[in-house]
């Protein structure tokens, strides 16, 4: 049997009352007008555009993916009914076992129903949105994986970096500094090489998370997206560049980055909800070969005011590696971390503990907002007490409310790790980077046992009431 693929995820979804279709959207103003108010509700359907004015009927686009919960279980093979921290569990869990499969080579796949070269590329025949109103062009990759090799080791990395159209046979990427793509474009254009890179516009949406999170350097996105599926990614070489893409993508092309080669990029619709990152010159790629299945599915992943596409399926990433790390640096009693999606799953993130000595909330705070899944754009660490749930976060904002002292439960760290897509990083700061807050909204540890009783009903009485009332009781209350 073929590895599952979009097609699959698809069917999957819209058995579980998770799909949207709408027809007729034309696609410079309307699609993303449309995801934008579909965005501002998690829990949401994804949406999926056909009979798109201009090109052939079936040639779609499908976008607010990965904005719910259960969208994100099926697509990593897990319960649809699943909590956001039981999703967190399950990250934990994947991170710390690292499952893997090798991809396996194959001699061709459904991508390769449509190929075209040279002169006559045109990515243009995609139905590409213009994401946000005042983007500035049409972005073909969003939710995306962009492909490359390490010229010295031969690792194959794969990552989701924005892609603009620029023409039929040229696009832009966009990566930031210290990003793994980054790093290996560099390193061919030190030797005076041009980069070779393949571009994935459509997949399995597990596929695509891996590509937006932090997997190690040196490691195989490849092999930890087989661990996730349970089985090898089919992939196949693109033909000038012998880089690997999944056999059953909906569209992809291939080409070269040349050292100088640049053009004006952006803007776009970030992930923080501004347009931080302004318009600059970016690498182009020039584009030699491309290709996609009969009937096209363009996948996107749009960033915006959050939540958005990213912040959630990030965030739950995010969160299980800010905890396994927490749990690596030596900080015990840990009960839970999320990272709120109105912060981009980066700016905020909560830590529960189950204090057992004095410091102990500020040294989850201090290691949560520096240790590598947490560092990167952080700017609010809040730890908390075991009652408190994380994910609550009119919990959180109470315990921060009733239980910090702002005279000594609060600290600023300068000089961290962050983006030129953080709005507070301003223009003329080349070196990008910010202070954050470390808040102990926990409370004194001194007075933990004496400190005022909390004005709720306990766990057994709770479960007493809902064992006897459920009939009666709200629902989710």
Same mark, same amino acid.
Request: glycine share 10%.
């Given at each position: 049997?073929?590895?599952?693929?979009?097609?699959?995820?698809?069917?999957?979804?819209?058995?579980? &009352?998770?799909? !949207?279709?709408?027809?007729?959207?034309? @696609?410079? /103003?309307?699609? +993303? *007008?449309? #995801?934008?108010?579909?965005?501002?509700?998690?829990?949401?359907?994804?949406?999926?555009?056909?009979?798109?004015?201009?090109?052939?009927?079936?040639?779609?686009?499908?976008?607010?993916?990965?904005?719910?919960?259960?969208?994100?279980?099926?697509?990593?093979?897990?319960?649809?009914?699943?909590?956001?921290?039981?999703?967190?569990?399950?990250?934990? &869990?994947?991170? !710390?076992?690292?499952?893997?499969?090798? @991809?396996? /080579?194959?001699? +061709? *796949?459904? #991508?390769?129903?449509?190929?075209?070269?040279?002169?006559?590329?045109?990515?243009?025949?995609?139905?590409?949105?213009?994401?946000?109103?005042?983007?500035?062009?049409?972005?073909?990759?969003?939710?995306?994986?962009?492909?490359?090799?390490?010229?010295?080791?031969?690792?194959?990395?794969?990552?989701?970096?924005?892609?603009?159209?620029?023409?039929?046979?040229?696009?832009?990427?966009?990566?930031?500094?210290?990003?793994?793509?980054?790093?290996?474009?560099?390193?061919?254009?030190?030797?005076?090489?041009?980069?070779?890179?393949?571009?994935?516009?459509?997949?399995?949406?597990?596929?695509?998370?891996?590509?937006?999170?932090?997997?190690?350097?040196?490691?195989?996105?490849?092999?930890?997206?087989?661990?996730?599926?349970?089985?090898?990614?089919?992939?196949?070489?693109?033909?000038?560049?012998?880089?690997?893409?999944?056999?059953?993508?909906?569209?992809?092309?291939?080409?070269?980055?040349?050292?100088?080669?640049?053009?004006?990029?952006?803007?776009?619709?970030?992930?923080?909800?501004?347009?931080?990152?302004?318009?600059?010159?970016?690498?182009?790629?020039?584009?030699?070969?491309?290709?996609?299945?009969?009937?096209?599915?363009?996948?996107?992943?749009?960033?915006?005011?959050?939540?958005?596409?990213?912040?959630?399926?990030?965030?739950?990433?995010?969160?299980?590696?800010?905890?396994?790390?927490?749990?690596?640096?030596?900080?015990?009693?840990?009960?839970?971390?999320?990272?709120?999606?109105?912060?981009?799953?980066?700016?905020?993130?909560?830590?529960?503990?189950?204090?057992?000595?004095?410091?102990?909330?500020?040294?989850?705070?201090?290691?949560?907002?520096?240790?590598?899944?947490?560092?990167?754009?952080?700017?609010?660490?809040?730890?908390?007490?075991?009652?408190?749930?994380?994910?609550?976060?009119?919990?959180?904002?109470?315990?921060?409310?009733?239980?910090?002292?702002?005279?000594?439960?609060?600290?600023?760290?300068?000089?961290?790790?962050?983006?030129?897509?953080?709005?507070?990083?301003?223009?003329?700061?080349?070196?990008?980077?910010?202070?954050?807050?470390?808040?102990?909204?926990?409370?004194?540890?001194?007075?933990?046992?004496?400190?005022?009783?909390?004005?709720?009903?306990?766990?057994?009485?709770?479960?007493?009431?809902?064992?006897?009332?459920?009939?009666?009781?709200?629902?989710?209350?």
């Amino acid at each position: 049997m073929p590895n599952k693929d979009l097609r699959d995820w698809i069917a999957e979804i819209e058995a579980a &009352g998770q799909l !949207k279709v709408i027809k007729g959207a034309e @696609p410079k /103003e309307e699609i +993303g *007008g449309i #995801l934008d108010i579909y965005q501002r509700k998690m829990g949401n359907p994804a949406v999926m555009f056909d009979e798109v004015p201009g090109f052939p009927k079936g040639h779609r686009v499908l976008a607010n993916i990965l904005t719910s919960v259960p969208r994100i279980n099926i697509a990593l093979g897990l319960p649809p009914q699943g909590s956001e921290m039981d999703l967190i569990r399950w990250w934990r &869990g994947y991170m !710390k076992d690292a499952p893997s499969h090798k @991809p396996r /080579e194959v001699n +061709g *796949g459904p #991508l390769l129903d449509n190929v075209a070269e040279g002169k006559a590329v045109d990515i243009g025949k995609i139905p590409t949105p213009v994401w946000h109103e005042h983007d500035g062009g049409a972005f073909i990759g969003t939710a995306c994986m962009v492909v490359m090799k390490d010229p010295d080791t031969g690792w194959v990395n794969y990552g989701a970096y924005r892609i603009q159209s620029q023409g039929p046979d040229v696009a832009t990427v966009m990566m930031s500094p210290g990003k793994h793509g980054r790093i290996i474009m560099t390193r061919y254009h030190e030797r005076k090489e041009p980069c070779p890179v393949a571009v994935v516009a459509g997949m399995h949406p597990a596929l695509f998370m891996l590509a937006g999170l932090e997997i190690p350097y040196g490691k195989s996105e490849y092999e930890a997206a087989g661990g996730i599926l349970g089985e090898p990614v089919e992939v196949f070489n693109m033909p000038k560049t012998g880089l690997p893409v999944p056999a059953n993508a909906e569209i992809a092309f291939e080409g070269f980055i040349h050292p100088g080669d640049m053009i004006q990029e952006g803007p776009l619709g970030e992930w923080t909800g501004y347009y931080a990152g302004g318009s600059r010159p970016e690498p182009a790629i020039r584009i030699a070969t491309f290709m996609h299945r009969d009937d096209p599915i363009l996948l996107g992943a749009i960033p915006a005011v959050p939540p958005n596409d990213n912040t959630f399926y990030l965030g739950a990433y995010r969160c299980g590696a800010v905890w396994n790390q927490l749990e690596a640096a030596g900080v015990p009693e840990v009960r839970g971390v999320w990272a709120h999606e109105a912060g981009g799953s980066r700016f905020w993130l909560t830590v529960s503990i189950k204090q057992l000595y004095g410091g102990h909330a500020k040294q989850a705070g201090f290691v949560a907002s520096q240790c590598h899944a947490g560092a990167y754009s952080n700017r609010w660490t809040v730890v908390v007490d075991d009652d408190i749930d994380p994910t609550n976060i009119n919990d959180v904002i109470w315990a921060m409310c009733t239980r910090c002292d702002p005279r000594e439960d609060v600290d600023i760290v300068r000089g961290c790790w962050s983006t030129h897509l953080d709005p507070m990083c301003y223009d003329g700061d080349s070196d990008r980077r910010n202070a954050r807050v470390v808040i102990d909204a926990c409370k004194p540890f001194a007075r933990r046992d004496s400190f005022p009783a909390v004005a709720r009903s306990s766990r057994e009485l709770d479960a007493r009431i809902r064992t006897k009332w459920a009939r009666d009781l709200p629902e989710g209350g």
